[in-house]
């Protein structure tokens, strides 16, 4: 059953699920260990044996001004760069489809960060094509240099054709996309990980700086595969504490649920 739109700061936001199932055995850890390490107090609360099912969530924005933003392309096809360790083929397509929009009618991609499963689904299936063929696809800089610096196959993958298609835009920090939208670095999860603010913080679209429900009992509970681990407790700590103060939903791309009220 899709997950109902919501609507702040005039925007609608309508959750895509691109698919839903466990981390690969090959980077699979017991929970207690992926979060925090089996020592940290936020165990005592939450069941560190429970399965981790992974949803992949893109994000549908439509603005008052007739902007269409899609935030995460998820997992792409069944030879993304994702295929070793996540669910694919992803049904992006069928999703968008669903809610009523074209691929050609999207104008922005905000890709939050370049890990397969969040940037695989930007290309069409020859591998070069823009799957999005009139939209300009955002990342930030510091992403894009950090890639080239670990030689990631999200090159090759990503980044070279959207480059060479003309529609990859690699922004400096923080950006101003419509009175409504704005893109905020968030680092730590990558180098370069950036969020959707929709709003004075009426809704973060987050994309991994939370990433399971007990980082919200507990943001210091850090996550083993952040790249910077203490970055991103900083960013996790500082986004959460500015929704709750706003009252604001964060929006996450591998909850069950794709909207949190953050208290």
């Not at 792409?76 to 397509?93: F, H, I, K, M, T």
């Amino acid at each position: 059953m899709p997950h109902p739109a919501v609507v702040r700061a005039g925007v609608e936001i309508v959750p895509l699920c691109d698919a839903v199932g466990p981390m690969g055995h090959q980077i699979a850890r017991p929970l207690d260990e992926l979060f925090g390490g089996p020592d940290h107090p936020v165990w005592q609360r939450h069941d560190r044996t429970a399965p981790w099912t992974l949803h992949f969530h893109s994000y549908l924005l439509r603005t008052p001004g007739g902007r269409t933003v899609l935030v995460d392309t998820c997992l792409g096809g069944e030879d993304s760069p994702a295929a070793s360790w996540a669910p694919v083929p992803g049904r992006l397509a069928a999703e968008l489809a669903a809610a009523g929009t074209r691929p050609e009618e999207v104008d922005t991609v905000v890709l939050t960060h370049l890990h397969s499963d969040h940037a695989s689904g930007s290309l069409a299936a020859d591998g070069t094509t823009p799957a999005f063929p009139n939209a300009r696809y955002l990342v930030q800089q510091r992403e894009v240099d950090w890639l080239r610096a670990t030689g990631s196959p999200m090159l090759a993958a990503v980044v070279d054709p959207l480059t060479a298609g003309g529609c990859l835009d690699a922004v400096p920090g923080p950006l101003r996309l419509t009175p409504e939208l704005a893109l905020l670095p968030t680092p730590g999860h990558t180098p370069g990980h950036q969020s959707l603010a929709v709003g004075e913080r009426q809704l973060v679209v987050a994309g991994d700086v939370v990433l399971h429900p007990v980082q919200l009992t507990d943001p210091a509970a850090g996550y083993l595969y952040d790249e910077d681990q203490p970055a991103a407790t900083a960013t996790r700590t500082r986004l959460l504490a500015e929704l709750a103060e706003a009252d604001g939903l964060l929006a996450t791309a591998h909850f069950a649920d794709p909207f949190s009220r953050v208290r």
